[in-house]
Each structure stands twice: as C-alpha cells, then as structure tokens.
C-alpha cells in the first residue's frame, strides 16, 4: 500500500495509508490527489496537504460562510487564491451573492479539481461565478471594483504567496471592500509555527484591527487551526446567528461552524506567543514559513 508523508516541521509529520489516483505539475506547481480511507481523497501542492474531503467542510465554512453570515446582506465576494475551488462551493450557498468572483494565478489547479471533486464541477456552472486567471495581487491593484466580501484563501506564506501576506497587500485589500465589508484568513497553528502565526495575525492587526478569531480543529492537518476575520464596523455574532437561522430554513445547514467559536478566548500559551514572537511582515522584508524552518518552529 503506498504511504503519503508530510512533514510539518523538521522532526514532526503525518503518514496516511493510502493510494496515489494522480500525480502532476502546473507551471506552478505540483499536485497530487492521494485517497485514504480516514478522510477520502485529499488534495497535496507542492507536497503540503490542502484540503481533505472528508473534513474540507469546515475549513471552508470558517472562512466563506462565516464571513458571509457575519454581512447583513453580502452581494458580492472576491475569492484570492483558492484553486481547489471549495471556496466558490460555499459562496454558491448564498442566494444574496450577485457576484462571485475569484482570482487564481494557476489554472491548472483548477482544471484538476473540476475533474476530480464532481460538486466543484457543478458549483462552477453557477451563472454568478466567474474565475480570472491572474496574478490576484496584480489584479487587485490594478482594478477598482469593491465586494461585500473578500476571502484570503492560499497557500502557507512562502515563495511568491508571501507576497500576499505583506501590510502593503492587506492595504490594497483594505480599499477593495465596500462599507461594512468583511475580510477572511486563515491564520495557522500557533503551537507548531508560532513565527508564521503571530507574523501573520501582528500583520494582519496592523491594517484591521477590529478581529474576531475561531480555534477549530483539522484532522487532515492533524493539528489545531485558526481563521480570523476583520471589518471596519464591529462584528455581530447576534447577526451570524440570525442569519444561520435564515439559511436553515431554505435548507442549507452548517454542519460544523458556530458562532460561539469566536467567543473563546485565547490561552495565556497563545498571548505570550503573540507578545514575543513574529514582526510586520512588509514587501521590502516578507515573511517566508518554510526559508528558514529551524528558526520558525517551536522549540
């Protein structure tokens, strides 16, 4: 049986059991999509695990649907990066979206998860949906067009992502939404990396202060995982409620997220992290996760 391993640090990793359906390359980067009997097909870039069919729900969920549930009446979601697609499967829930749109530099992703996850393929046939090909940090910069909501769905910060964890790439995103617009991230584990965690959210912090954090577990990841959302108005949990409610009576239920998540508080493990490790990350000094890995990781 061939065996899938992922190292998440230098002495820490995961093995599945399993077997390889597909293995390929983009100009970008590689791609494999490996099945398990645990967490079904899992999708691998460049040898780091993406997204697992089994448990995809509720990294998706944390960062479209809450989001999306957290707007009084969200019209319109620009989704940066986000090739597998799973983020325009969630937006396509919400019958209030007149525009999705989501920028993508690699096609080939694409074009690989439209083959191998039959609900991408339909969730792409949405009228609403519209899928640019680009550079998104190019792109944003050199179009003016403002949403409702804007979704940070990437890989980790290194090699050309880092550039889209930057101060100066939240600025430009900040004038890409609309009042009482709403931005999501995801923020990794602040345990196993907490450089990249508190680099991440003292960045993110840096350009919108008013947050609200969740704390979920990722089996495929096999650790914890955090997704923190922003907006220049406060965040209403009363509001996201509502709206579940609503949602659930036109029969879409979410099966994992809760509000009450974002109501817990972090530890003191997760402060004192946060007050000693991480920096700005900018354009002229970007913060790359794996360029320097033995400095990065909990010792």
């Known amino acids: 049986m061939p065996v899938k391993t992922e190292w998440i640090t230098n002495t820490f990793g995961h093995v599945y059991n399993g077997k390889s359906l597909y293995k390929g390359k983009t100009p970008f980067q590689s791609m494999e999509i490996f099945k398990n009997e645990t967490f079904g097909t899992l999708l691998f870039l460049d040898g780091k695990i993406q997204i697992s069919h089994g448990d995809e729900n509720r990294y ?13 009446n969200p019209e319109s979601i620009c989704i940066i990066g986000g090739g597998d697609c799973f983020a325009i499967e969630e937006a396509v829930k919400f019958k209030s ?24 393929e339909k969730s792409l046939k949405d009228k609403r949906v519209e899928i640019i ?3 998104a940090r190019k792109w944003l910069e050199n179009n003016k ?61 840096s350009v919108f202060p008013n947050i609200l954090t969740a ?27 509502s709206n579940i409610q609503k949602m659930k009576k036109k029969g879409v239920v979410f099966d994992y997220f809760t509000p009450s998540t974002y109501l817990v508080q972090p530890t003191h493990e997760e402060l004192t992290i946060l007050k000693k490790r991480g920096r700005i990350s900018t ?13 990065y990781v909990t010792k």
Not at 220 to 241: H, V
């Open 60 to 72: 998706h969920q944390y960062l479209v649907s809450a989001p999306l549930l957290a707007h009084k």
């Open 97 to 120: 979206l007149k525009r999705i749109l989501m920028v993508e530099i690699d096609k080939g992703v694409v074009d690989f998860c439209r083959k191998n996850y039959p609900v991408i």
């Open 133 to 135: 090909y680009e550079d």
């Open 145 to 205: 067009e403002k949403f409702d909501v804007l979704i940070i769905d990437l890989t980790e910060p290194h090699g050309p992502s880092k550039m889209l964890y930057t101060r100066e790439f939240y600025k430009v995103c900040k004038t890409r939404l609309n009042t009482k617009g709403l931005i999501a991230i995801h923020t990794d584990n602040y345990y196993l990396f907490p450089e990249s965690f508190a680099t991440i959210y003292k960045t993110f912090y």
């Open 215 to 241: 704390r979920v577990d990722m089996p495929c990841f096999g650790m914890g995982w955090t997704y923190r959302m922003a907006s220049s108005a406060p965040i209403s949990i009363k509001l996201m409620e």
């Open 283 to 295: 354009d002229k000094k970007p913060f790359d996760k794996f360029e320097k890995m033995e400095e």
